[in-house]
C-alpha cells in the first residue's frame, strides 16, 4: 500500500493543517519486499552506519518509557537488537522485525550478551500477530518511516497496547521550515534506498493513525528527530 494512502480524519484536524487527515504523507512509496531488501542488504553493516549517530534518542526513548517491573514492551522493527542492552532485566521485551537477516544479527547480540528477557519474532508491523491490549509499552524506533504504511501500524501498535500504556515512536519526520521540507522531499525517493524515507509527515501520521502525543521532544545530534509520547485512552 503507498504511503499516500487517505485515512479517516481526526477530532484535531485543526490544530494540524485543514488536510492532515487525509493529504500525503511522504513523496516515496515503499513495499514490503522493497523494504525487505534493503534491510537484507544493510545488516551487516547497520550497527556502523546507523548505531552511535542515532544512539542517544534511543538511550533517551528508553529513560522516558519509566518501565516498571514485570512490564511487558513490544518493541516493532528491532532490526539487530541495538536497544536489547538498554531495557531493565526486570521487564520482558518482545521484539518484531520483518527481516531475517536483522534479527539473526538480534539473535546473536542477545546470546553474546547473555540478554535473557528479550525474545525475538518474525512478524509484519502492519499485522501483529498479538491479542488486543497485550503490552504495556509499544516502542517502534526509527520504523514508521521504512513501512509501507505507517498508519496501519500506529493502529496496529494502538490495538496491542494496554490502556493507559504507552505508545512510543521514535523517527525522523519531515521539518517544519518550508526550505528543509522541499530538500527532503527531493531526496526522500533516494533515501529509502538506505532504509528510511526522508519526507514523512508528523501532523499528517498522528492525525490520520489518530494518535494524541503526550509529549514530542527533538533527540540526537542534529535535533531532527523526533520521541513521540502517546497514551492510549
Ligand atoms: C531503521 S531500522 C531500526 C532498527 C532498530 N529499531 C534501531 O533502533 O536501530 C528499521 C527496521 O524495521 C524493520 N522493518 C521494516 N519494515 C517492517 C515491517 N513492516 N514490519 C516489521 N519490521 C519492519 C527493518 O527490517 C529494520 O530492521
Redesign the pocket.
Known amino acids: 500500500m503507498a504511503l499516500f494512502e487517505p485515512h479517516r480524519p481526526a477530532e484535531h484536524d485543526e490544530l494540524m493543517g485543514s488536510d492532515a487527515a487525509t493529504r500525503a504523507l511522504s513523496v516515496t512509496v515503499v513495499e514490503?519486499d522493497f523494504?525487505n531488501g534493503v534491510?537484507e542488504k544493510l545488516a551487516s553493516v547497520y550497527d556502523f552506519t546507523?548505531g552511535p549517530t542515532?544512539h542517544a534518542g534511543?538511550v533517551q526513548a528508553i529513560q522516558r518509557m519509566d518501565i516498571g517491573r514485570g512490564d511487558q514492551v513490544l518493541?516493532?522493527?528491532?532490526?539487530t537488537g541495538?536497544?536489547a542492552g538498554l531495557y531493565p532485566r526486570d521487564c520482558t521485551v518482545t521484539g518484531?522485525?520483518?527481516?531475517s537477516s536483522?534479527l539473526e544479527k538480534a539473535r546473536d547480540r542477545i546470546a553474546r550478551k547473555g540478554i535473557r528477557n528479550v525474545r525475538l519474532l518474525e512478524?509484519?508491523?502492519?499485522d501483529i500477530k498479538f491479542g488486543d491490549c497485550t503490552f504495556d509499552i509499544v516502542y517502534a524506533?526509527?520504523?514508521v518511516s521504512?513501512?509501507p504504511d505507517p498508519v496501519a501500524v500506529a493502529r496496529e501498535m494502538s490495538r496491542v497496547c494496554k490502556p493507559g500504556g504507552r505508545i512510543i515512536i521514535l523517527n525522523h519526520f519531515r521539518s517544519a521550515n518550508p526550505l528543509f521540507a522541499s530538500i527532503e522531499r527531493t531526496i526522500s525517493p533516494f533515501t529509502v534506498h538506505i532504509?528510511?524515507a526522508a519526507d514523512l509527515d508528523l501532523p499528517g501520521f498522528l492525525a490520520q493513525a489518530e494518535l494524541k502525543p503526550v509529549s514530542i521532544e527533538k533527540v540526537n545530534i542534529p535535533r531532527i528527530w523526533s520521541l513521540v509520547t502517546c497514551i492510549k485512552e
Open positions: 514490503n523494504v534491510y546507523f542515532l534511543r518493541e516493532v522493527g528491532v532490526g541495538i536497544n518484531i522485525d520483518l527481516s536483522m512478524m509484519d508491523a502492519a524506533p526509527y520504523l521504512v513501512v532504509g528510511f
